[in-house]
């Protein structure tokens, strides 16, 4: 869903609710089965694609539709190319086409986005099965390097800071072709047209039920800092553009709020091992252990 209510904040604003947040991955986190981790998350409240405040109904979301969770289900045990099947488990495979297809992406974003909120901890394993068959895609889906555009409807006040960083810590999509977006910048009201070069994350128009999105999805946690913005104004007063449409130009940043929300992050594929020198000897141990760092966003 390339279109999304807002799902990023500056880092600096949200400090506290990113140390809280537990490691998805983290063993703590059941692996459980989609319809199972699906059923956790019954009466949960979220905001829909219409901005309202609504209740979710794990038995609709389920069974109804031609897109519902169990098709999705059904479409990765029997219908998926072959060389998915073969990497990512079905149901792995199935909670990522229902994150592109359903409900499921509106309320990972509303969890994982808003401070506080109530039976965060039944999200995870939901958000878990995502990550995971993210994780284990064919390499070949694995993207770095990217440009990627993104369009919401709000303008977001950390664009306004001395070099903000924009934090986006849910599962977030990008496009690879900005005609996608053509219809949002042509609306009107407040609205803002993400730009990220150098993005990191994995092509998912293979399992897409909307594959010309041409979806690039970006795991938990991505950062970007903002290097131009451009407010329209010029365009809008030629009568161009409406008014309320602000570009925002970033670079992918890594951030350090990121290995602690979700693990280690996959490294490109020219990153160098981490470690130290085979040629350097190793440190003598210290004889008391010392304290473990908090993490930092």
């Given at each position: 869903i390339i279109f999304s209510l807002a799902s990023c904040f500056s880092v600096q604003a949200?400090?506290?609710?990113?140390?809280?947040?537990?490691?998805v991955l983290g063993?703590?986190?059941?692996?459980?089965?989609?319809?199972?981790a699906v059923r956790k998350l019954h009466g949960v409240q979220f905001t829909g694609s219409s901005g309202?405040?609504?209740e979710f109904d794990s038995e609709q979301a389920l069974s109804r539709g031609i897109n519902s969770i169990n098709e999705c289900l059904r479409w990765a045990k029997y219908s998926a190319p072959l060389e998915l099947r073969s990497a990512v488990s079905p149901d792995c495979l199935a909670a990522l086409r229902s994150f592109t297809g359903t409900v499921m992406c509106y309320v990972i974003r509303y969890m994982f986005t808003t401070p506080n909120v109530p039976r965060y901890a039944d999200v995870l394993p939901f958000a878990k099965l995502v990550l995971l068959g993210l994780r284990?895609?064919?390499?070949?889906?694995?993207?770095f390097n990217m440009k990627?555009?993104?369009?919401?409807?709000?303008?977001?006040?950390?664009?306004?800071?001395?070099e903000p960083v924009m934090y986006f810590p849910s599962l977030t999509s990008f496009t690879t072709d900005p005609k996608v977006l053509s219809g949002f910048i042509g609306s009107t009201g407040p609205r803002a047209l993400y730009v990220i070069s150098g993005l990191r994350g994995y092509d998912i128009r293979e399992l897409s039920v909307?594959?010309?999105?041409?979806?690039?999805?970006?795991?938990?946690?991505?950062?970007?800092?903002?290097?131009?913005?451009?407010?329209?104004e010029v365009s809008a007063a030629a009568g161009q553009v409406a008014e309320g449409l602000v570009s925002v130009k970033c670079a992918y940043s890594t951030s350090?709020?990121?290995?602690?929300?979700?693990?280690?992050?996959?490294?490109?594929?020219?990153?160098?091992?981490?470690?130290?020198?085979?040629?350097?000897?190793?440190?003598m141990p210290m004889p008391m252990p010392m304290p473990m760092p908090m993490p930092m966003p």
């Open positions: 949200q400090k506290m609710t990113l140390v809280l947040r537990p490691n063993e703590s986190v059941p692996i459980l089965p989609i319809a199972e309202d405040i609504v284990s895609l064919p390499k070949r889906l694995h993207v990627g555009y993104r369009a919401e409807n709000r303008v977001k006040q950390a664009i306004k800071g001395s909307f594959p010309d999105e041409r979806e690039i999805l970006a795991e938990f946690g991505t950062a970007a800092r903002v290097q131009e913005v451009d407010w329209h350090k709020s990121v290995n602690f929300l979700i693990g280690d992050v996959p490294a490109s594929p020219s990153a160098k091992p981490a470690g130290p020198s085979p040629m350097k000897p190793m440190p």
